[in-house]
């Protein structure tokens, strides 16, 4: 597998000013680890900043393990390149400005909103969707609570639910419902399917987060 | 012969996890606004930025020379009136999103911006020949009120009469899931499209209306859709426009709308206020109601209310003004009328129990309707028929689970003595919810003992695939995951639209035809070749019976034995399996901080009727589904629309408020099943009770009337000001 990246996993951050250099990752680990954090060393000047776009640029990204390149426009989200260059959809554009949730997938295991970074910028990460949280047909512990408990009615936010709730866990396994619900304040549902997520909550709690 | 539903019940009733469940969890459930079609297009629309103009002129000249520009289809013509902040007036498809926006901003519209009214105080207030919204009159009004009895003396004989305002801003459906679709025609002249829809059927014969093709060559796919309240029929404006456009380039074309258009241009629950005399005597017994109400469809056709809602008052006046208004046309909306009756009807009564020093409890008993004797000669089980019975039962049961005794005082003399008080109120509601035809399920058995249910009904998050396998497999003495359910898909026959909660009604009677018919013909069939009298052959789980020489064979091997037949069992709605009619009643629990005036919603408690449960699972989330929506619309939610630009100021949702989970109370839901009644919807009514529960419970806490939802802090403050519950809408 090829990645543009190589092994820099400083986050979403590096990764655009390296994109923007467009050097080898080598000399953009080497260039992140000394330009901000020294001012005063004399350096050799910075190489003028590449500009990227307007028109489409190459961009790969490692989602739900497997890496995909796609042609897009710089200004495209990592929201928009999943559903509509990739066919990634289980991360669905509703609000589409970071306040409703249904567009959260997991970057290097932390939940983000996708409509609210760019696709060029989550180059190297690992992007999983809800879509992951499935593996030979059979459900992990957070979605198979939904199915039980019924906490989903139409069903459209329930991905980005599903997608805070493992992380929510994962950042902490013995985490109260309470903090729990607290991982999930950045979502919104509509149908009402709280009461049943919390009955979903109470269950994976027991479990710390590890299912029946 | 006429199927009954079974006396003994295996499955009905009980809970079953959803069977697309797993799909939808996971995100791998395909939407529409998930379709992607090879070589698909992305449609957008433009739309009016004025709240009232006349179209004068469209230059598309440059935007057709854009990158990747493909069509376009003009929606309103040169000279045309826009009416609203958001009227359509084109739209164009592009290769690309990107490029779809560009071209939309390459477009030079001129407008000749025209005098409009967004707030109904504006509207009431101008000449009474104001014409703002289509060339019709803003505002109307019967001259004379609608009276029953005699008001007058009923108010002069009164121990107490209060006088108030109440009401309720307009909200926004906020499905999730916008409205759109992905629209492809094929070589052949046949229109396909994948709709967000609440009716496959009614939108594909909408489309083949409007393209004059034959019914037979539209086919509506609705798999999944993510919402819809009430929203979501026909083919629509943006339905047209993505078929023309898909015509027009001859490629797939995908078009929803954006969350601002979702809001602004997609419908919306009208306000509705009301300046109301409510008047009683020293025993409970309320003698007289007046209103003069007033509520604006928007730029749509009318926006009434049922009051008063439910109790039986022998002394009314009645006069209800629309106020038309250039703000798009409201549409039906979980309970359309309802909520807002029952605002203008529970609110009151609490106001008038307050003055007459009693439990609101207690006046709601004493002023319940009766049941009617004439209505039980024709369905000894309808709502008409039961509803004292009913609604003294649930008012009981809500009592107990909610410790009313306990926790009810009189109003504002709560226990608690810091700045922030508690509160109980109550309500009560009624909704239809009854089924009808055409609605046409299919269940097929064939030789390898699968079974397939199909419809062309529709799933709006209520396990409607699950309702039918439930049945399916009840009547055939299988488990719900045996069956095959396919549905979402015009093709497959006549179904309603699920609007008033008639859905599983509508289609679960035509189930259990079909089931039935199915095992009917499979013992037909199958009496020969077992050795059997077909009469003496029967259903037991997991396998068929011959009573008379008590033999068995397990389902897959009796089926075995069709061979090469497949059975078939067609099934319509009939009645005598659904009702009409549910009541429920809700109690909510508040703590007011009367400090910063906000409100937190701590407990409900909701008592709801449905006939009988399918799925006591789904039902049970369908109710507290409903009591969020009323938590929602009673504290956070509101359409904002700004007077001096005529457009709606919070078209998102950071200022349109939704509460998320934190927000939440604790949800006690109590299902009463009365299988003797047959079927009824339940979509509707636990939406409905709840935000006048919460408003009487804020009352109890404060001692003092917010009058109008949400129940947002300024309000309350403003409330807790006057201290004389003055409503300033």
Same mark, same amino acid.
């Given at each position: ?212 | ?6 006396? @003994? ?48 002129? /469209? ?48 477009? @030079? /519209? ?41 008001? &007058? ?8 009469? /209060? ?6 801003? !307009? ?48 086919? %509506? ?13 026909? *083919? ?17 074309? @995908? ?19 009301? =300046? ?46 629309? /106020? ?10 979980? +309970? ?18 307050? =003055? ?28 008409? +028929? ?32 810091? *700045? ?13 919810? !009854? ?12 030789? &390898? ?31 719900? =995951? ?6 979402? &898909? ?68 009796? %089926? ?34 009367? &400090? ?37 619309? +009673? ?77 947002? *802090? ?12 003055? !409503?300033?809408?």
């Amino acid at each position: 597998m090829h990645d543009p990246r190589g092994p820099n996993k400083n986050g979403p951050g590096p990764s655009r000013r390296e994109f923007l250099r467009g050097s080898g990752a080598a000399a953009a680990a080497t260039a992140l680890a000394t330009a901000p954090l020294a001012p005063l060393v004399e350096a050799a000047p910075a190489p003028p900043p590449q500009g990227f776009g307007p028109g489409p640029v190459t961009v790969g990204l490692k989602v739900n393990g497997q890496y995909m390149t796609q042609k897009v426009e710089p200004r495209v989200t990592l929201l928009d390149a999943l559903r509509n260059y990739l066919d990634v959809t289980g991360c669905k554009r509703v609000c589409d400005r970071g306040t409703c949730g249904a567009c959260t997938v997991l970057l290097d295991g932390k939940p983000v909103y996708s409509c609210s970074m760019l696709a060029i910028e989550a180059q190297g990460n690992v992007i999983q969707t809800a879509e992951s949280l499935v593996a030979d047909g059979k459900l992990d512990a957070i979605p198979a609570a939904f199915v039980k408990y019924d906490a989903q009615q139409c069903g459209f936010c329930t991905p980005g639910f599903v997608v805070a709730m493992r992380a929510a866990f994962d950042k902490n396994p013995k985490a109260s419902p309470a903090e729990i619900e607290e991982g999930l304040s950045g979502n919104i549902c509509r149908c009402g399917t709280y009461q049943q997520m919390r009955d979903a909550i109470a269950a994976l709690c027991k479990s710390q987060g590890k299912g029946d | 012969m006429a199927y009954t539903w079974p006396i @003994k019940r295996r499955l009905l009733g009980t809970k079953v996890a959803r069977l697309d469940g797993p799909e939808k969890s996971s995100g791998r459930a395909k939407y529409s606004f998930d379709i992607n079609r090879p070589g698909m297009l992305h449609a957008m629309i433009l739309r009016c930025p004025y709240a009232h103009a006349k179209l004068k002129s /469209v230059d598309t000249s440059v935007a057709e020379r854009t990158p990747g520009f493909e069509a376009l289809h003009r929606i309103a013509k040169d000279g045309a009136e826009l009416n609203y902040a958001g009227d359509e007036v084109l739209a164009i498809a592009a290769d690309t999103e990107e490029h779809a926006a560009d071209a939309l901003r390459a477009i @030079k /519209v001129e407008y000749e911006q025209l005098p409009f009214f967004v707030k109904e105080e504006d509207a009431l207030r101008a000449e009474a020949t104001a014409k703002t919204v289509g060339g019709r009159a803003n505002v109307n009004a019967p001259a004379e009120p609608s009276v029953t009895g005699d008001i &007058d003396k009923a108010f002069k004989e009164a121990d107490a009469v /209060v006088e108030g305002v109440y009401g309720s801003h !307009a909200i926004s459906h906020q499905c999730l899931e916008s409205h759109g679709l992905v629209a492809e025609w094929d070589k052949e002249g046949g229109l396909t499209v994948w709709c967000s829809t609440q009716a496959t059927d009614g939108t594909a014969q909408g489309l083949a209306r409007a393209f004059k093709i034959p019914q037979t060559k539209v086919k %509506c796919i609705t798999h999944y859709m993510g919402g819809g309240f009430g929203s979501k029929f026909g *083919p629509d404006v943006q339905g047209i426009a993505c078929a023309e456009l898909a015509k027009k380039a001859q490629a797939p074309v @995908k078009l929803m709308l954006n969350r601002a258009e979702e809001i602004t241009a997609a419908g919306h629950r009208p306000s509705s206020y009301g =300046k109301v005399k409510i008047a009683g005597k020293k025993d409970g017994t309320v003698t007289a109601f007046s209103i003069e109400s007033f509520a604006s469809p928007g730029a749509g056709g009318g926006a009434g209310v049922v009051v008063p809602y439910v109790y039986t008052i022998p002394n009314t006046s009645t006069r209800h003004t629309n /106020v038309r208004l250039n703000y798009n046309a409201q549409r039906a909306m979980r +309970a359309p009328g309802h909520p807002q009756s029952c605002l203008l009807t529970d609110c009151p009564l609490d106001d008038l129990a307050a =003055k007459l020093n009693l439990d609101p409890m207690k006046v709601r008993l004493k002023n319940l309707p009766a049941s009617s004797e004439e209505s039980a000669k024709t369905n000894k089980t309808s709502y008409a +028929a039961i509803r004292h019975t009913l609604y003294t039962e649930q008012i009981q049961l809500a009592a107990r689970l909610a410790e009313w005794e306990k926790k009810w005082h009189p109003p504002g003399q709560g226990p608690l003595t810091g *700045p922030v008080k508690h509160g109980i109120g109550m309500a009560l509601h009624t909704w239809g919810g !009854a089924g009808g035809a055409p609605n046409d399920v299919l269940v097929q058995i064939a030789s &390898d003992g699968s079974v397939l249910v199909q419809s062309s009904t529709q799933d709006l998050g209520t396990a409607c695939r699950t309702v039918l396998a439930i049945i399916t497999a009840e009547i055939l003495g299988l488990e719900p =995951k045996d069956i095959t359910v396919r549905i979402g &898909d015009s093709s497959f026959g006549r179904s309603t639209g699920s609007g008033g909660s008639t859905t599983t009604p509508g289609v679960s009677p035509a189930a259990l035809n079909a089931a039935s018919a199915a095992r009917d013909s499979l013992f037909e069939k199958l009496a020969e070749r077992l050795k059997a009298k077909k009469e003496d052959l029967t259903i037991e789980p997991g396998k068929v019976v011959d009573k008379a020489n008590n033999k068995s064979w397990s389902w897959r091997e009796a %089926c075995a034995r069709l061979g090469m037949d497949t059975i078939s069992g067609l099934g319509k709605w009939t009645s005598g399996l659904s009702n009409n009619g549910v009541g429920g009643v809700q109690i909510a629990e508040v703590l007011v901080d009367t &400090d910063t005036g906000v409100v937190r919603c701590t407990k409900v408690v909701a008592v709801q009727d449905c006939g009988l449960i399918v799925n006591r699972l789904a039902c049970e989330s369908q109710v507290a589904g409903g009591v969020i929506a009323s938590i929602n619309y +009673a504290l956070f939610e509101e359409n904002i629309l700004d007077r001096v630009t005529g457009r709606q100021v919070n078209p998102d949702m950071e200022f349109y408020k939704l509460g998320g989970i934190e927000d939440m109370p604790q949800i006690v839901v109590q299902m009463m099943d009365m299988p003797e009644r047959g079927v009824i919807g339940i979509g509707e009514p636990p939406c409905i009770s709840g935000a006048a529960a919460i408003g009487n419970a804020v009352f109890n806490a404060i001692g003092v009337r917010v009058p109008v939802v949400p129940f947002t *802090p300024d309000r309350v403050l403003a409330a807790l000001a006057t201290k004389e519950g003055k !409503a300033s809408t």
